[in-house]
C-alpha cells in the first residue's frame, strides 16, 4: 500500500516562505504525476501546482511565480517551495500521487500539513 507523508506546513507571516515535503512510501517514478492540493475551511480542495514524469508541470494562476514543484527521486519525495505567501494561501495542503494501472486510474493522498499565513 503507497503511503504520502507530508510535512513542513506552519504558521508563517505574509511574504514569508515555507517548504513541503511529501514522502512517498515507494517508488514516487512509479506514478504518472505527482501534485500538491489545498483545500481551506468551507472551500472545495482546488489544484495547486502538478509535476509529470515528462518533466511538465502546471500551476494554479494563482500560485504561479510564487511556487515550485519538484521532485528528488533518489529520496522518492515531492517539494512545494512556496514564497511570497499570502494569507489567502491558508489552508490545508495535500500530496496527490496518480497510477495509471492497466488503463485504470488510481489516487494516493496524504492526510495534509495546515499552512497558515498571517497578516
Not at 55 to 79: E, M
Amino acid at each position: 500500500q503507497v503511503q504520502l507523508v507530508e510535512s513542513g506546513g506552519g504558521l508563517v507571516q505574509a511574504g514569508g516562505s515555507l517548504r513541503l515535503s511529501c514522502a512517498a512510501s515507494g517508488r514516487i517514478a512509479s506514478f504518472n504525476d505527482m501534485g500538491w492540493y489545498r483545500q481551506a475551511p468551507g472551500k472545495q480542495r482546488d489544484l495547486v501546482a502538478i509535476i509529470t514524469w515528462g518533466g511538465n508541470t502546471n500551476y494554479a494562476d494563482s500560485v504561479k511565480g510564487r511556487f515550485t514543484i519538484s521532485t528528488d527521486n533518489a529520496k522518492n519525495t515531492v517539494y512545494l517551495q512556496m514564497n511570497s505567501l499570502k494569507p489567502e494561501d491558508t489552508a490545508v495542503y495535500y500530496c496527490n500521487g496518480r497510477r495509471d494501472v492497466a488503463g485504470r486510474w488510481y489516487d494516493y493522498w496524504g492526510q495534509g500539513t495546515q499552512v497558515t499565513v498571517s497578516s
